[in-house]
């Protein structure tokens, strides 16, 4: 048997790790060349996309529009093997703020919400000087809450204006909010999102673009979105984080207080709508549109096949009593499906140009060469893979990979793109790492600050993503190595494999190939080892007992 595999960078020496910020010199952090602000902590800027799949990047997709990232990627390092720890919003979102998994951190499925005491990455960064703010979508917290369970993301403070005209946060360690929660045309408007369209654009039925109860939309409105661009919220979005910008640009030398500042965008996450005059960008009848591989599902869990179905029983999955997202027929018309391509892509292409205002605003303050900015989504998307739509328990890549792209002028590389294993639960460890300051000890994402820099090929030679969506029916974990992908349900004797380099496109599952059962038992002794490896060690060991 081989020795016990450890992950690389997964570790520091205990004794250098600790849970306060105390602040290292920034360019203690391994790279080639030298910082545009030697000695200065780094300004950072986050920008999130929500649902985007990783191949909607004109970069690696002809068909696809997107020229600002494409730049940002050409002006910094992409991550083509990036990976989310979990496919839905909440429990990536929380990870993306803690450096833990959604099994450590609490928020472990949608409905759920981040316990208000947890560590987070902008609480580490503002006691260490950092100026800190989120513009856009949260969702920390859920929609509904309970006495025992309360949440101010919640109906029906959710649209209490007069509430939100007052608060700003603190919240989860940003000491500035703006926020927003629906998607399109969702009737959870409202918060600052509602408060700029009336009081700062003037738009005092800003309710007719929005879906009852809460606004009048026709339910049979659909791609084309009536809002005008102006009053979309990637539009809000980027001025108002412009303008938080433009705010700290004044305030005096940057040495002084750097900025933490999340652009947190809410599209292409469906209702597919966009406004004109991206509603009519893209061609449905010249896009090429993913389909599904015929008898693929035949040896996989029995719920991906039953989406093939028109009337579906999901029955023995509903635990919770609440909608568990994928499990359902996911067969449409082939002229719908092409039509919610067009519109998705028109909804990528908007945000590009959004993300390009914002980074052009940045260069006019003179701030783009001390900040680095990361962009990157919590997951990604089906759009007719596998015949699948949006998300639910089908851990393919499209699912769990997602788009990740890092620029820090000086110090990341330029033009450079690699295959070295990355997940959302690093980001937090290695901007800490790379802003000067100790990684807490209860993080337990990777910091990969040399392999940024280009000083390491890899951090990690494998990645773990989670889907706990009931408590014991829908319930799995995955784990993938440069070329192997292992995927296991609780309670459950199926599961999935996949070998990613001889089948890329996991249509042929091994799980219950005879000729794999070997390396069906290596892949399931490591999974249990890089379980055990991402444990939280909160204090080193001090003494002998």
Not at 75 to 81: N, P, Q, S, Y
Not at 265 to 291: C, G, K, S
Not at 298 to 306: D, Y
Not at 495 to 512: K, S, Y
Request: aromatic share 10%; proline share 10%; net charge negative.
């Amino acid at each position: 048997m081989p020795g016990a595999r450890k992950e690389p960078g997964a570790r520091k020496d205990p004794a250098a790790r600790t849970d306060s910020a105390a602040r290292k010199d920034p360019t203690d952090a391994p790279g080639p060349g030298e910082p545009a602000s030697p000695r200065r902590p780094p300004n950072i800027l986050l920008i999130t996309s929500d649902q985007q799949h990783w191949r909607t990047l004109g970069r690696v997709n002809p068909e696809i529009h997107t020229p600002h990232l494409d730049r940002l990627a050409a002006e910094g390092t992409a991550f083509d093997r990036a990976y989310t720890p979990n496919p839905t919003c909440t429990p990536t979102r929380a990870s993306l703020i803690t450096g833990t998994y959604p099994s450590q951190h609490g928020a472990w499925t949608l409905g759920t919400r981040l316990p208000e005491h947890v560590p987070t990455l902008g609480g580490h960064l503002a006691a260490a000087g950092y100026r800190t703010a989120l513009v856009g979508k949260a969702h920390f917290q859920p929609l509904r809450g309970t006495p025992e369970h309360p949440s101010i993301e919640a109906y029906p403070l959710l649209q209490d204006l007069d509430f939100w005209r007052d608060f700003h946060g603190p919240y989860y360690g940003f000491d500035h909010v703006e926020l927003a929660r629906n998607h399109t045309s969702e009737a959870h408007v409202g918060q600052h999102y509602a408060l700029w369209l009336e009081e700062e654009k003037g738009c005092r039925d800003w309710r007719r673009y929005f879906r009852p109860p809460t606004g009048t939309l026709g339910e049979d409105v659909a791609h084309s979105w009536p809002i005008p661009e102006e009053l979309h919220y990637n539009t809000w979005i980027a001025e108002r984080t412009g303008a938080l910008l433009a705010e700290h640009q004044r305030s005096g030398p940057r040495s002084e207080q750097p900025f933490f500042c999340w652009a947190s965008f809410l599209d292409p996450h469906p209702p597919y709508l966009v406004p004109a005059p991206w509603d009519t960008m893209y061609d449905p009848d010249a896009l090429t549109i993913p389909t599904g591989t015929h008898g693929e599902h035949e040896r996989n869990a029995p719920h991906f096949g039953l989406t093939q179905h028109p009337d579906p029983d999901f029955s023995p999955w509903q635990e919770s009593g609440h909608l568990v997202h994928g499990l359902h027929s996911h067969l449409l018309p082939e002229e719908e499906r092409r039509r919610l391509v067009a519109t998705y892509y028109g909804m990528v292409s908007m945000l590009d140009a959004a993300v390009g205002s914002l980074l052009a605003r940045l260069a006019q303050l003179g701030l783009d060469r001390d900040t680095i900015v990361v962009f990157t989504t919590d997951h990604g998307h089906f759009f007719g893979q596998h015949g699948l739509q949006a998300k639910g328990p089908f851990h393919y890549e499209d699912l769990l990979r997602v788009p990740f792209l890092v620029r820090w002028p000086g110090r990341v590389p330029a033009g450079r793109a690699t295959d070295a294993l990355h997940s959302l639960v690093d980001l937090a460890p290695t901007l800490l790492g790379l802003a000067g300051l100790e990684v807490p000890r209860a993080m337990t994402g990777v910091d990969q600050g040399a392999v940024w820099t280009g000083a390491a090929r890899a951090a990690r030679d494998h990645v773990l993503c989670e889907f706990h969506h009931e408590p014991t029916t829908v319930h799995l974990r995955t784990y993938v190595e440069r070329r192997h992908k292992l995927t296991i349900y609780q309670d459950r004797t199926y599961g999935e494999l996949f070998d990613l380099v001889d089948d890329p496109g996991e249509t042929r599952n091994l799980w219950d190939d005879p000729d794999a059962a070997t390396l069906r038992s290596e892949l399931l002794l490591r999974y249990a080892w890089a379980e055990m490896a991402r444990e939280a060690l909160p204090m080193p060991r001090v003494a002998v007992a």
